[in-house]
């Protein structure tokens, strides 16, 4: 994706473009998106704060984005289970003034409901604040539209939806189901009222007020708060090669309009802007582009395009562009996150796409449902930035990830606006991966005592340089003392106060939930089945690496005192509450056993927090920050 001139946006202004993301105002490439992949039906709330759009790659597999323009943010429509990304179908989409609420179309409701398959897409509500789906093609009696709903609009509150739907189970019924109709859903009365047999091409004003259409014969007017209907008479000029336009923007007072006709010669499409008001007509942006969207201020559009529109892209996949006349301004990064894995959201399987890409190449797994974006959310913390990456080491705080080349040193993302830092660190530096694959269903070291027998040494000499200024001659990389950490941002952000957690235990203590095998303990604990075989950790080997995981945390709980002592503010986050939840262990476990691929190689999310689990960190951060 690239920011790059746009066409003229009204008024001679020349305009920057991004592709979904935030506009910085410099013409810098930002690779966010994978090559061939379509990216369109772009929508943009009233008040210009988010964006919203579908993206399907070359296999049909289709999602709705949501990009928050001030932190730069790109999230995911979910399944409700948390697994996967949900299922949706390209069709417009709109928001609620401020960007809570998204008016979409799920393309298989059963993934919402849980219930039975159907067939028809459907319109849908998410609320981004509870996270919370509701779907509107419904009847009075809460049955499912029959056939197809297509999204309309919402009212600026949200608690209105307006869908199309040609199915004859909704109120005042077809005889035959022919033709589209309109219809609003109170959602929080449950009722349904039919409004018209209007065809495409409606659109609301940003307040909800006013409803319009326009055609060759001028705007069809609607005001919904006095019920009535007015003609706006457009002079000569657009080229009415679609009846009606397929999108019409109208202002809050009902003055301004924008609309889409035909571009000369056929060379796409043209969109118009007419100011009753001052009587001004004029074209602001031609070419192949399409899905055209107006914030509320009637400054600020969305509309997706060829790669072709940004330089050097010639791939003839569509992308998603913004073109404004006001750049808007970051927040400064009051909240910052870092760290490795359990940080990114590595196991929540849903990632950002400029961080699970093969062609950037970039493998940080940065999640919207780490603890970090949760934690945003929930708490105003003001500005954030998300710099954690999988696979991360303390010497990656101080320079360019090696494994990552476009990910820069992270402490380079702390400012000395900076309020808040969380991480998790030392993971990787103690080599835990590497650790627990040696110890899965492996063959025991020649004096009968596991895995422990090899690696111990290994081990405790890892941890230990993280305690004080020395390096394990067995790692590649410099390991950086914690209390050097906590100092160096410190230095960079004097107000910002440092929360670092411990990791949990990944296996329970007793053999209550071990199976007895013929193994040096005599209890195994299975963590992968494929077909006949099976995965499995020696009850010993599964104690040696609690240990290790507490040897860890102890360190890093050690460190914390003694920045203390020198001042520097920073907090322990204890994994207690994971307590009970490993494998093999009291409860449900937080962790995710091992996955595989499609060759069957272990996938980096196996031993990593399921979406519980990351909920769980968000929650033991909150506390510990001491927010409700």
């Known amino acids: 994706m690239f920011i790059s001139d746009a066409p003229e946006y009204g008024d001679g202004y020349r305009q920057k473009v991004v592709i979904a993301d935030a506009l910085s105002g410099t013409a810098t490439a930002l690779p ?3 090559p061939q992949t379509w990216y369109y039906y772009p929508s943009i709330s009233p008040d210009g704060s988010t964006i919203s759009f579908a993206e399907s790659d070359r296999y049909g597999s289709r999602r709705q984005a949501i990009v928050d323009r001030v932190t730069r943010q790109i999230t995911y429509l979910p399944r409700p289970d948390g697994q996967a ?6 069709s417009p989409t709109f928001m609620s003034h401020e960007g809570r609420y998204l008016l979409f179309s799920v393309q298989f409701p059963s993934e919402i409901t849980g219930g039975p398959y159907n067939n028809y897409f459907q319109a849908a509500r998410y609320d981004r604040q509870s996270g919370q789906y509701t779907l509107v093609g419904l009847n009075n009696a809460g049955g499912l539209s029959s056939w ?3 999204t309309g609009w919402l009212s600026a509150d949200g608690q209105h939806a307006y869908f199309y739907s040609d199915s004859p189970n909704l109120p005042e019924p077809n005889s035959n189901g022919s033709g589209y109709r309109l219809f609003r859903r109170d959602i929080a009365a449950g009722e349904t009222t039919l409004l018209g047999p209007l065809s495409w091409g409606f659109h609301a004003s940003p307040n909800g007020r006013y409803v319009a259409r326009a055609g060759s ?10 019920d009535e209907y007015s003609h706006v008479a457009i002079p000569a000029g657009p080229v009415w090669c679609y009846q009606p336009s397929p999108e019409t923007w109208v202002s809050d007072d009902a003055t301004r309009f924008i609309f889409q006709a035909c571009a000369p010669n056929n060379a796409g499409s043209q969109y118009w802007r007419y100011d009753t008001g001052a009587q001004t007509l004029e074209p602001i942006v031609s070419g192949h582009i399409w899905d055209f969207a107006v914030a509320g201020d009637a400054e600020t559009a969305t509309f997706s395009g060829p790669d072709s529109i940004a330089p050097g892209e010639t791939g003839g996949f569509y992308d998603v562009y913004v073109s404004t006349r006001t750049p808007i301004q970051s927040e400064p990064a009051r909240y910052v996150a870092l760290g490795d894995s359990y940080s990114s959201g590595e196991g929540t399987f849903i990632y950002h796409p400029d961080s699970d890409s093969a062609e950037l190449p970039s493998k940080c797994h940065r999640s ?6 949760l934690l945003a959310d929930a708490v105003n913390l003001g500005g954030f930035t998300f710099g954690a990456c999988s696979g991360a080491v303390t010497d990656d705080l101080y320079v360019a990830n090696p494994d990552n080349p476009h990910e820069p040193a992270q402490l380079d993302r702390i400012t000395s606006d900076t309020e808040i830092v969380t991480m998790t660190i030392g993971g990787n530096d103690v080599g835990f ?5 040696s110890c899965i269903s492996r063959t025991l070291g020649e004096d009968n005592s596991g895995c422990a027998y090899e690696l111990g040494l290994e081990v405790d000499e890892r941890i230990a340089a993280l305690a004080w200024q020395t390096t394990s001659e067995s790692t590649e990389r410099p390991i950086h003392p914690l209390t050097s950490i906590f100092a160096d941002i410190h230095s960079r952000a004097p107000d910002a106060h440092i929360y670092i957690a411990g990791y949990p235990r990944l296996f329970g203590t007793l053999t209550d939930g071990y199976e007895q095998a013929e193994t040096p303990s005599g209890y195994k604990c299975v963590v992968a089945t494929i077909g006949p075989i099976t995965a499995w950790v020696d009850h010993a080997d599964a104690q040696w690496l609690n240990a290790k995981a507490d040897a860890l ?3 890093i709980n050690a460190a914390v005192t003694q920045a203390q002592a020198q001042q520097i503010p920073v907090t322990y986050v204890d994994p207690a509450p994971f307590a009970g939840h490993g494998h093999c262990d009291t409860f449900d476990p937080w962790i995710h056993a091992v996955k595989l691929d499609p060759q069957l190689n272990p996938r980096p999310e196996s031993f990593h927090p399921t979406v519980t689990g990351f909920q769980e960190y968000k929650a033991m951060f909150q506390l510990a920050i001491g927010q409700p």
């Not at 990304?85 to 390209?90: D, N, S, T, W």
């Not at 014969?217 to 006095?226: E, K, N, V």
């Not at 991966?433 to 694959?437: I, P, S």
Request: charged content about 10%; hydrophobic content about 35%.
């Open 148 to 150: 197809y709903s297509y």
């Open 433 to 437: 991966k590497q650790v627990l694959e």
């Open 217 to 226: 014969d001028g705007i069809s007017l609607h005001d919904l708060q006095t």
């Open 32 to 34: 966010i998106a994978a």
């Open 368 to 373: 919207p449902q780490a603890y970090g974006p």
């Open 85 to 90: 990304a949900l299922g949706i179908y390209p």
């Open 553 to 555: 945390n102890y360190i």
